[in-house]
């Protein structure tokens, strides 16, 4: 089971970007549904996670105010006012709505390929 991501690009500072979260062959709906990124020689971190019950979300310090994870049969991240730290691998992955609370990497499974994001003027 493995989840597509896609919307990534090349954006400015300042720019914004949505990035899609999806599964053909199974709904998302019934899972926690979270976005993490990557970049270069740094770990995996959670920046955003939702619910799937309530809709409760998570979201990371250094994204709070900027980032809005939202849902329906897809799930989406809104990127707004992106700065160079923001330039990742975006990956989406699912779990039980335990995992939000913490938002971690190792609480989440059925990663797809990632999507690049890059911000650079």
């Known amino acids: 089971v493995q989840l597509a991501e896609s919307g990534g690009g090349l954006v400015r500072p300042g720019g914004s970007l949505t990035l899609s979260c999806e599964r053909s062959?199974?709904?998302?709906?019934?899972?926690?549904v979270g976005w993490f990124r990557q970049a270069p020689g740094k770990e995996r971190e959670g920046i955003a996670c939702i619910s799937h019950r309530d809709g409760t979300t998570y979201y990371a310090d250094s994204v709070k105010g900027r980032f809005t994870i939202s849902r329906d049969n897809v799930v989406f991240l809104q990127m707004d006012s992106l700065v160079p730290e923001d330039t990742a691998v975006y990956y989406c992955?699912?779990?039980?709505?335990?995992?939000?609370?913490?938002?971690?990497?190792?609480?989440?499974?059925?990663w797809g390929q990632g999507t690049q994001v890059t911000v650079s003027s």
């Open positions: 062959d199974f709904t998302l709906d019934d899972y926690a």
């Open positions: 992955g699912v779990s039980g709505d335990y995992a939000v609370r913490n938002c971690r990497q190792r609480d989440f499974g059925s």
